[in-house]
């Protein structure tokens, strides 16, 4: 380990990625495989690029055992892209689908998806202030719906899904932006999972999409090519320059959580680091409150306050001298959020809850 000194990140996203792949890419990055240029440099179609880029989706696939009726894509655009491509290619100004609202990211997929057909709230927790995830019995939707579209964990708000909908054969899709790759997910429960690499998997720029094989088939064709699902699930994701870099990294992140013991050991792992900071805000006798009720608490982004409006102003800034990063929660909720993704070690989730302890101590 170099000695440089890393911050405690709990950046939402672009966040925290392994010290380790860091280091990795900074050894290879001037010369990859005695290529004589970084990865960055080379053709697309170069063997070298093509045994990187097969590798992770290879990995992917390994590490969620996704079954082979399954497509991993690596495409461009965010998830926010993602918003626009399934309904594009799946729904028609006569056709229904259905959305269950559980924060900001849901509301935009919902906004964007009025543009193509008919659009239903299948549930929605937004009454209450986005603080829980809608119960299994709540969700309202349609057996001639195109598909019901989830979003696996509210990064704004803190709140996440521990069971998914069985919605039959009604193709379930799931933005999983940021919460991919946090746990073990049964990959056959879905249509089509997509997620923005930045929180998870790997820097900004490469977007996951892992879809099943026949709705590539039934998707709209008379849509623009770049944004068919099927136009990259044909070309291996080399319709057109793919964001080699990202994919890259990502692989090297999928070879990290391999290294870590998986999917399992990283669940357990960002189980422990969560439970260090939510006991502080349980034992705090109400000097720190959460903001998503407990049975519907996110493992990746740990919403809270603290009671007092200057004191929590107060704590952010002692937070910041401290050498805390990206605590602050986001602009359109305010209050506090810990971003502890994959990469955010058990020693920085540690680092904050002694902090927030000594800091109720100061001023309680
Ligand atoms: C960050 C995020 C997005 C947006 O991702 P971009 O890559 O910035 O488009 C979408 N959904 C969720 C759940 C997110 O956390």
Redesign the pocket.
């Known amino acids: 380990m170099n000695s440089t000194k890393r911050a405690y990140n709990f950046n ?2 672009p966040s925290a990625l392994p010290i380790e792949v860091i280091q990795k890419a900074q050894e290879e990055l001037v010369n990859y495989n005695h290529s004589g240029m970084s990865i960055m440099e080379m053709s697309h179609r170069s063997k070298d690029y093509e045994a990187v880029h097969n590798d992770a989706i290879a990995r992917l696939k390994s590490l969620y055992s996704i079954p082979d009726n399954y497509e991993v894509l690596f495409l461009q ?5 993602q918003f626009t491509m399934v309904p594009m290619n799946f729904l028609n100004s006569d056709q229904t689908a259905s959305y269950i609202l559980t924060g900001s ?1 849901s509301e ?1 997929a919902f906004k964007e998806a009025k543009l193509f057909g008919q659009i239903r709230e299948a549930a929605s927790t937004k009454d209450n202030d986005y603080r829980n995830i809608p119960a299994l019995e709540e969700i309202q939707f349609s057996q001639t719906d195109s598909y019901v579209h989830i ?1 696996s ?3 704004i708000y803190g709140t996440q899904w521990k069971d998914f909908p069985q919605t039959g054969g009604v193709p379930l899709v799931a ?4 919460d991919i790759l946090s746990k073990p997910v049964d990959v056959s429960n879905f249509g089509i999972i997509y997620a ?1 690499a ?2 998870n998997l790997g820097p ?1 720029g490469v ?1 996951v999409v892992i879809i099943r094989k026949d709705l590539l088939e039934k998707a709209n064709t008379n849509i623009p090519t770049l944004l068919k699902y099927s136009t990259h699930a044909e070309a291996n994701s080399l319709y057109n320059t793919p964001p080699t870099f990202g994919i890259y990294m990502l692989g090297e992140v999928l070879k990290w959580v391999e290294e870590k013991g998986g999917l399992e050991a990283i669940e357990s792992n960002n189980e422990e680091k969560a439970k260090l900071i939510y006991d502080v805000i349980d034992c705090s006798n109400g000097f720190y409150y959460g903001h998503a009720h407990s049975e519907s608490r996110s493992l990746m982004n740990i919403t809270f306050r603290v009671s007092d409006e200057n004191l929590e102003k107060q704590f952010l800034a002692e937070a910041r001298e401290a050498g805390f990063i990206g605590l602050n929660g986001h602009r359109s909720v305010g209050g506090c959020r810990a971003s502890t993704y994959n990469a955010v070690p058990y020693e920085t989730c540690k680092a904050l809850a002694d902090f927030m302890v000594a800091f109720q101590n100061k001023n309680s």
Request: net charge positive.
């Open positions: 939402a996203g655009g965010g998830g926010s892209l990211w935009k979003t964990n509210n990064t933005d999983m932006s940021s923005g930045q929180k900004s977007t």
